[in-house]
Antibody, heavy 122, light 107 residues
Framework: EVQLVESGGGLVKPGASLKLSCVAS????????MSWVRQTPGKTMEWIGD????????NYAPSLKNRFTISRDNAKSTLYLQMSNVRSEDTATYYC???????????????WGQGVMVTVSS | DIQMTQSPASLSASLGETVTIQCRAS??????LAWYQQKPGKSPQLLIY???SLQDGVPSRFSGSGSGTQYSLKISSMQTEDEGVYFC?????????FGSGTKLEIK
């Protein structure tokens, strides 16, 4: 059974940094590109970025690439999201998810964790 | 960025009714579309990928169709457990983008 367990969220002040973790099990973590997706309290879904299976390449949403960094440790089957200089608009539930490909060209998310809440407030 | 316009924003349906949700992409996404269901307090769950491929374990009353820029999700006979929010997502180009969601309720 695929399991994705996110952690590291909580209440943080604007301008602070925070690192989220996601421990994966039930599949071969090192075979998959992995992604972070967030959902605002208003239910808007936003893709944050992804990382290649070996950690050698990342892609980010343009609006976030200067503040967010995705990394992974395949030995620990763990995905990370380093968030810096957080803002109130970063308040959201953060999900990690492996990426599957349709037809070899279109990415989609077939497994989701329970998510971790991040609240940015002074 | 590819914009995903989803409609309607909300709808209510009676038990057994057929429900259709639309998603329009701002450019051709070559069937690179997925649909997700999110029940209250839960994580999203994949229903459809590749515009029309049903994810394992998803009831057959769910179906997806479309091509080019226009796609739809159909629920052939609304059940109480189908209440929730439905999202479309394009996976063709970075950044991957989602529709704004459709809230589906029982009438």
């Amino acid at each position: 059974e695929v399991q994705l367990v996110e952690s590291g969220g909580g209440l943080v002040k604007p301008g602070a940094s925070l690192k989220l973790s996601c421990v994966a099990s039930g599949f071969t973590f090192s075979d998959y590109w992995m992604s972070w997706v967030r959902q605002t309290p208003g239910k808007t879904m936003e893709w944050i970025g992804d990382i290649k299976y070996d950690g050698s390449y990342t892609n980010y949403a343009p609006s976030l690439k200067n503040r967010f960094t995705i990394s992974r440790d395949n030995a620990k089957s763990t995905l990370y999201l380093q968030m810096s200089n957080v803002r109130s608009e970063d308040t959201a539930t953060y999900y990690c998810t492996p990426i599957s490909l349709y037809g070899g060209y279109s990415g989609y998310f077939d497994y989701w964790g329970q998510g971790v809440m991040v609240t940015v407030s002074s | 960025d590819i914009q995903m316009t989803q409609s309607p924003a909300s709808l209510s349906a009676s038990l057994g009714e057929t429900v259709t949700i639309q998603c329009r992409a701002s450019e051709d996404i070559y069937s690179g579309l997925a649909w997700y269901q999110q029940k209250p307090g839960k994580s999203p769950q994949l229903l459809i990928y590749g515009a029309s491929s049903l994810q394992d374990g998803v009831p057959s009353r769910f179906s997806g169709s479309g091509s080019g820029t226009q796609y739809s999700l159909k629920i052939s006979s609304m059940q109480t457990e189908d209440e929730g929010v439905y999202f479309c997502q394009q996976g063709l180009k970075y950044p991957l983008t989602f529709g704004s969601g459709t809230k589906l309720e029982i009438k």
